[in-house]
């Protein structure tokens, strides 16, 4: 069982492809929740794009005994599995067109009402008291209500995204989570743009408002290959996810920990490994070399030992 649980955002810098393999309507979907169809991020995805990051650090083909602690060992995972565990990532934050603002980040409080649960884990298993505060300001918005942080998205009382017209009320509960969010995730023009609408219309904006885009591969004589023209749904850039980074005790065998004459590593010099040598961008998910899947991390809370 893990000891330490912490959260860990993602910033979509680019559009982001997480693939699901086929799909109806679309040949290459994203990936998403079963029961909600919200998008995600699955875990194996996240942490393995994690681990190519942290072996090009290394010079021994990942053999690094930091490395194998936090991830396990790359060729003999019965041997030693990785003490680093992650949760899919969920979607928090997602950017709808608007008539003020060019754009806003909405949520809903399906969204938020799963967010405390899972922060409740971390603050279960030392999060800290400052995953404690912002469990607090998100517990504290009404869910009842859409509402806003400030009049900056608002016209006549209501907030036009895409093609519908939501009345909002502008809410200090609201306002205090966006301007903390805002710090959070170095996003400063948050507050002027926060949306919380009903579920419904969240709902209906993750699943009809991600990028589209045609693909085409082109042959020899210069003309698109038969069978070659196909779509491919990105998760739009700005959105904004996060997962659990937990940390469990070293799994090396202790026989081994004799032979090398150290003791094991515990859960929290875990997450100093992962955390230290974490990056403030990476790559995640499909179309690298296209430019996709650029992400921002942050990592305040991993960095908070209290």
């Not at 982001?16 to 309507?25: E, N, R, T, V, Y």
């Not at 995805?45 to 190519?52: H, S, T, Y």
């Not at 072996?55 to 930091?66: A, F, I, M, N, Q």
């Not at 904004?240 to 090398?260: C, G, I, N, R």
Request: charged share 25%; net charge negative; hydrophobic share 40%.
């Amino acid at each position: 069982m893990f000891q330490i649980a912490k959260p860990i955002f993602f910033i979509c810098e680019t559009p982001l492809h997480a693939g699901a393999g086929g799909g109806i309507g679309t040949e290459l979907p994203i990936q998403r929740e079963e029961h909600t169809l919200f998008p995600k991020i699955e875990a194996s995805g996240i942490k393995g794009a994690f681990r190519e990051v942290f072996e090009r650090k290394k010079t021994d083909k990942g053999l690094d005994p930091d490395l194998i602690a936090v991830f396990g060992h790359p060729k003999n995972g019965d041997e030693n599995a990785g003490a680093l565990g992650l949760t899919d990532a969920r979607l928090l934050l997602f950017p709808v067109r608007s008539r003020q603002g060019v754009f806003a980040w909405v949520t809903c409080p399906r969204v938020l009402t799963r967010f405390i649960r899972d922060l409740k884990v971390s603050v279960a298993n030392e999060g800290g008291e400052s995953v404690k505060n912002l469990m607090d300001l998100v517990a504290a918005v009404p869910k009842d209500k859409p509402s806003v942080p400030s009049n900056s998205v608002i016209a006549s009382d209501r907030v036009f995204l895409e093609e519908y017209s939501i009345r909002v009320e502008v809410d200090k509960a609201t306002s205090a989570l966006a301007t903390n969010l805002a710090k959070l995730l170095d996003i400063s023009e948050l507050p002027g743009q926060f949306v919380i609408i009903p579920d419904d219309y969240f709902s209906d904006f993750v699943q009809h408002c991600t990028e589209i885009q045609t693909r085409i591969r082109i042959g020899e004589n210069g003309v698109v290959d038969d069978g070659a023209l196909f779509t491919e749904e990105h998760l739009p850039a700005e959105s904004v996810l996060y997962a659990l980074a937990m940390a469990h005790p070293e799994f090396t065998d202790s026989e081994k920990l004799k032979q090398e004459n150290r003791d094991r590593r515990s859960a929290k010099k875990i997450l100093k490994i992962f955390t230290d040598d974490l990056p403030e961008i990476v790559q995640i998910g499909g179309s690298a070399t296209l430019g996709k899947g650029i992400v921002r991390i942050t990592k305040i809370f991993l960095n908070d030992e209290n």
